[in-house]
């Protein structure tokens, strides 16, 4: 079956503008995660979402970067007034419900990778 | 809070080398372990899992167990291949949180 699809798959922007990075989960997942990947970083999570709401919006790195889930299944993140720094591979993850005790296996897809010159 | 320490790499083995990876976390409550694997040039994959203590997972010839009273889940492989050459990055999950990573294990092998 499908996996998890991101689009673009390379986004090369200038310092201020705005960039959306979408992401398509499987289907049926009702959880979807954004990570970011960067050189020196590693992964760092961003936010994460169960059904069309975020209960952890923690790891989002300032008020710039955003991010919304509509109809439970695709999310778009959007980075307000890109810097250098925002450079990095954008990689989404979804999982399905699953048992609360345990946690799902999340499954990644191939990531956006984000050049800010 | 959660973390995981793995070592720091990169690891270089020649073919059919057994290959080690060491991870330890640190966690509350129970948490659930993950291996995976990203191939150059591709996105992560999970390659192995285990929900609790004792369990092994087992994936490609890989294996992993988790050991509460060492708070470790090492990678193991008995004879690795080129194919093998990737960065590998050991996780820990909560309940339905975010995945915490290491900071990921290059291995290159060696024909």
């Known amino acids: 079956g499908a996996g998890v699809s991101q689009s673009p798959s390379n986004k090369v922007t200038e310092k201020g503008k705005d960039v959306e990075l979408r992401c398509d989960p499987i289907s049926g997942h009702t959880a979807l995660y954004w990570y970011r990947q960067s050189l020196g970083q590693g992964l760092e999570f961003l936010i994460y979402?169960?059904?069309?709401?975020?209960?952890?919006k923690s790891g989002l790195p300032s008020d710039r970067f955003s991010a919304e889930r509509t109809g439970g299944s695709v999310s778009t993140l959007t980075i307000q007034r890109t810097q250098q720094e925002d450079s990095a591979v954008y990689l989404c993850a979804s999982s399905g419900k699953g048992l609360a005790e345990f946690t799902d296996t999340q499954y990644f897809g191939p990531g956006t990778r984000l050049t800010v010159l | 809070g959660n973390s995981v320490t793995q070592m720091e790499g990169p690891v270089t083995l020649s073919e059919e080398a057994f290959l080690t990876i060491n991870c330890t976390y640190t966690?509350?409550?129970?948490?659930?372990l993950f291996w995976y694997v990203q191939y150059p040039g591709e996105g992560l994959q999970l390659l192995l899992k285990a929900t609790k203590a004792d369990d092994k997972g087992s994936n490609k010839g890989f294996e992993a167990t988790y050991r509460k009273e060492t708070t470790s889940f090492h990678l193991e492989k008995g004879s690795v291949q080129v194919s093998d050459s990737a960065v590998y990055f050991c996780a820990l999950g909560t309940g339905r949180r975010a995945l915490t990573f290491g900071s990921g294990t290059r291995l290159q092998v060696q024909p």
């Open positions: 966690a509350t409550g129970y948490p659930s």
């Open positions: 979402f169960q059904g069309n709401s975020a209960p952890d």
